[in-house]
């Protein structure tokens, strides 16, 4: 056996921006996917596919300015193997430094028949078409096959055949339904480069739904294999139980170099601030026993455990904190800090001031909230933008008023200001919240269904700001709202609101797996 020096290179793909975002209610607008990929740009992840853009308008925008923005990481927009979504693909990528197309076309038999009604001749012939003209506009073509963990192996290797042929410099394996076992799916890799001709011309990916908790486990099965693509999200979001979550896998491999022979660039110290702006852009909250990102992931709670790490950290430590960018609460800014340090900070955390305007209404949130807690954390200024109003705002909280007593019923009374209009609302309810709630329906009528409701304290300390997250559904559509406060009734009203007003002024969606 010969001894490698170089070890190869992991390309860490990310998707929360489009995978990720098929989370029920996890859609983001323009301005939620730039932070979002700024924040991924310092990651330095290789790849952010930020959207679909033949999705519709909102999300070719979206692709569009992360196009612009980043110049660090390649920017990748998806397509079905059609001509229509990979010419909005390549003009919504046509900005970006380092531009990718990707586009894919199923290759089981289940969806070849029942969904695509295609016979297997025609789906070579559409996924050869597309990786053609997606050519015209980058090099950089990633090709796809769809439910690949279903295809007949024979046929995985005529498409992957013709497809390299066609100009795809990275085909990727998804197994889109989550159906594999680690043993298979490493195998179903190997064979497949050791079969397709020219495999070595091109970079093998991966890409694992997580519907039997396999996702990790498979993608680094994958990679053993000689995959060199993982396609990951951050916290794992993603279609139906999501997608390998981009920080175990890295983690995975960073830790255990004795078993991967390859690494990644990804810079680790970013991961949970990373983890914790996708959480609250999106409404997802991270399990606390998460691994990597997790609250609880460091946390030595048995009295064995926290001996064995005050005398020596690795008796039951395999990673540190820090290194995955844990680091104790940063106090940043107090009730006398000034507008400029105030709009340094936000610089620092990547929140983007467009104007004046805005920078002065924000700075005049910090004020109430630094009356309200002494303290405020970089978790606070960025919960600040948590429940920010679309650009068009139909709701909005003015002021409120609880009522709770033993052996009362608890009461709400709400201002609510509604397209313009201050109207007023009062309910009662089996609890402040449920009066809240009651209130505002009172008045909004909006024949939704509550399908979630969750706390999160955003630092520590009594004093912390809840932040609470609201999961709305109407004919099917399904929106999440945020509110952050330090009272959380109040921050339940916000979220309501935030919710009622994401259904108000988002355009439907195409899901690209349907
Ligand atoms: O799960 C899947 O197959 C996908 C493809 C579009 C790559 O998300
Ligand atoms: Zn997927």
């Given at each position: 056996?010969?001894?490698?020096?170089?070890?190869?290179?992991?390309?860490?793909?990310?998707?929360?921006?489009?995978?990720?975002e098929q989370s029920p209610g996890a859609a983001m607008n323009?301005?939620?996917?730039?932070?979002?990929?700024?924040?991924?740009?310092?990651?330095?992840?290789?790849?952010?596919?930020?959207?679909?853009?033949?999705?519709s308008?909102g999300?070719?925008?979206?692709?569009?300015?992360?196009?612009?923005?980043?110049?660090?990481?390649?920017?990748?927009?998806?397509?079905?193997?059609?001509?229509?979504?990979?010419?909005?693909?390549?003009?919504?990528?046509?900005?970006?430094?380092?531009?990718?197309?990707?586009?894919?076309?199923?290759?089981?038999?289940?969806?070849?028949?029942?969904?695509?009604?295609?016979?297997?001749?025609?789906?070579?012939?559409?996924?050869?078409?597309?990786?053609?003209?997606?050519?015209?506009?980058?090099?950089?073509?990633?090709?796809?096959?769809?439910?690949?963990?279903?295809?007949?192996?024979?046929?995985?290797?005529?498409?992957?055949?013709?497809?390299?042929?066609?100009?795809?410099?990275?085909?990727?394996?998804?197994?889109?339904?989550?159906?594999?076992?680690?043993?298979?799916?490493?195998?179903?890799?190997?064979?497949?480069?050791?079969?397709?001709?020219?495999?070595?011309?091109?970079?093998?990916?991966?890409?694992?739904?997580?519907?039997?908790?396999?996702?990790?486990?498979?993608?680094?099965?994958?990679?053993?294999?000689?995959?060199?693509?993982?396609?990951?999200?951050?916290?794992?979001?993603?279609?139906?139980?999501?997608?390998?979550?981009?920080?175990?896998?890295?983690?995975?491999?960073?830790?255990?170099?004795?078993?991967?022979?390859?690494?990644?660039?990804?810079?680790?110290?970013?991961?949970?601030?990373?983890?914790?702006?996708?959480?609250?852009?999106t409404g997802?909250?991270?399990?606390?026993?998460?691994?990597?990102?997790?609250?609880?992931?460091?946390?030595?709670?048995?009295?064995?455990?926290?001996?064995?790490?005050?005398?020596?950290?690795?008796?039951?430590?395999?990673?540190?904190?820090?290194?995955?960018?844990?680091?104790?609460?940063?106090?940043?800014?107090?009730?006398?800090?000034?507008?400029?340090?105030?709009?340094?900070?936000?610089?620092?955390?990547?929140?983007?001031?467009?104007?004046?305007?805005?920078?002065?209404?924000?700075?005049?949130?910090?004020?109430?909230?630094?009356?309200?807690?002494?303290?405020?954390?970089?978790?606070?200024?960025?919960?600040?933008?948590?429940?920010?109003a679309p650009?068009q705002e139909t709701w909005?909280?003015?002021?409120?008023?609880?009522?709770?007593?033993?052996?009362?019923?608890?009461?709400?009374?709400?201002?609510l200001?509604v397209e313009?209009?201050?109207?007023?609302?009062?309910?009662?309810?089996?609890?402040?919240?449920?009066?809240t709630f009651k209130a505002i329906e009172k008045v909004a009528n909006s024949q939704t269904d509550l399908l979630l409701y969750?706390?999160?304290?955003?630092?520590?300390?009594?004093?912390?700001?809840?932040?609470v997250t609201v999961r709305l559904s109407r004919d099917g559509r399904i929106v999440n709202g945020l509110g952050?406060?330090?009272?959380?009734?109040?921050?339940s009203a916000?979220a309501y609101l935030n919710a009622l007003n994401k259904l108000c002024s988002h355009g439907e969606r195409l899901n690209?797996?349907?």
């Amino acid at each position: 056996m010969t001894l490698k020096l170089t070890k190869d290179r992991l390309i860490i793909f990310d998707t929360t921006l489009r995978d990720g975002e098929q989370s029920p209610g996890a859609a983001m607008n323009r301005e939620d996917k730039l932070r979002i990929a700024r924040q991924l740009e310092r990651l330095r992840v290789d790849v952010i596919e930020a959207g679909f853009p033949a999705a519709s308008q909102g999300d070719f925008e979206a692709v569009k300015s992360v196009a612009e923005a980043v110049r660090e990481s390649i920017v990748c927009g998806l397509a079905r193997a059609n001509e229509n979504d990979v010419r909005r693909a390549g003009e919504a990528i046509q900005p970006a430094k380092q531009g990718r197309i990707h586009t894919f076309i199923a290759t089981s038999p289940i969806h070849m028949e029942k969904k695509l009604r295609m016979t297997p001749d025609q789906v070579v012939d559409a996924a050869v078409a597309a990786v053609k003209l997606a050519r015209q506009y980058t090099d950089d073509v990633e090709f796809s096959a769809e439910d690949a963990v279903r295809s007949d192996f024979d046929f995985l290797c005529r498409v992957f055949d013709a497809v390299i042929q066609a100009g795809a410099k990275t085909l990727n394996v998804p197994d889109t339904v989550g159906y594999s076992i680690p043993e298979l799916w490493g195998e179903r890799m190997r064979r497949l480069i050791e079969t397709v001709p020219n495999a070595d011309q091109v970079i093998w990916s991966t890409h694992c739904h997580n519907d039997l908790g396999l996702a990790v486990a498979n993608s680094l099965s994958a990679v053993l294999a000689g995959a060199r693509q993982v396609e990951c999200t951050i916290n794992g979001l993603g279609e139906r139980a999501g997608n390998a979550s981009l920080e175990e896998v890295v983690m995975a491999v960073r830790t255990r170099p004795d078993v991967f022979d390859c690494e990644t660039r990804i810079e680790t110290r970013e991961i949970v601030p990373t983890s914790k702006l996708v959480s609250q852009i999106t409404g997802y909250p991270v399990q606390p026993n998460k691994a990597i990102v997790g609250a609880n992931a460091f946390a030595h709670e048995s009295g064995i455990h926290q001996d064995g790490v005050l005398k020596h950290r690795e008796t039951y430590e395999i990673m540190r904190a820090e290194e995955v960018g844990w680091a104790t609460n940063r106090l940043t800014l107090g009730k006398l800090s000034g507008r400029n340090a105030f709009k340094t900070r936000l610089a620092e955390l990547n929140i983007d001031m467009p104007n004046e305007e805005t920078l002065n209404a924000a700075f005049a949130r910090f004020k109430a909230l630094a009356d309200k807690k002494r303290e405020i954390f970089d978790e606070d200024l960025t919960a600040l933008f948590t429940d920010e109003a679309p650009a068009q705002e139909t709701w909005r909280l003015v002021s409120s008023m609880f009522h709770s007593e033993t052996g009362e019923a608890p009461m709400a009374k709400l201002t609510l200001w509604v397209e313009g209009q201050e109207i007023q609302a009062e309910a009662t309810g089996s609890g402040p919240v449920d009066a809240t709630f009651k209130a505002i329906e009172k008045v909004a009528n909006s024949q939704t269904d509550l399908l979630l409701y969750s706390v999160n304290a955003i630092t520590t300390g009594t004093d912390a700001q809840g932040e609470v997250t609201v999961r709305l559904s109407r004919d099917g559509r399904i929106v999440n709202g945020l509110g952050a406060d330090t009272d959380i009734v109040v921050a339940s009203a916000k979220a309501y609101l935030n919710a009622l007003n994401k259904l108000c002024s988002h355009g439907e969606r195409l899901n690209p797996q349907l």
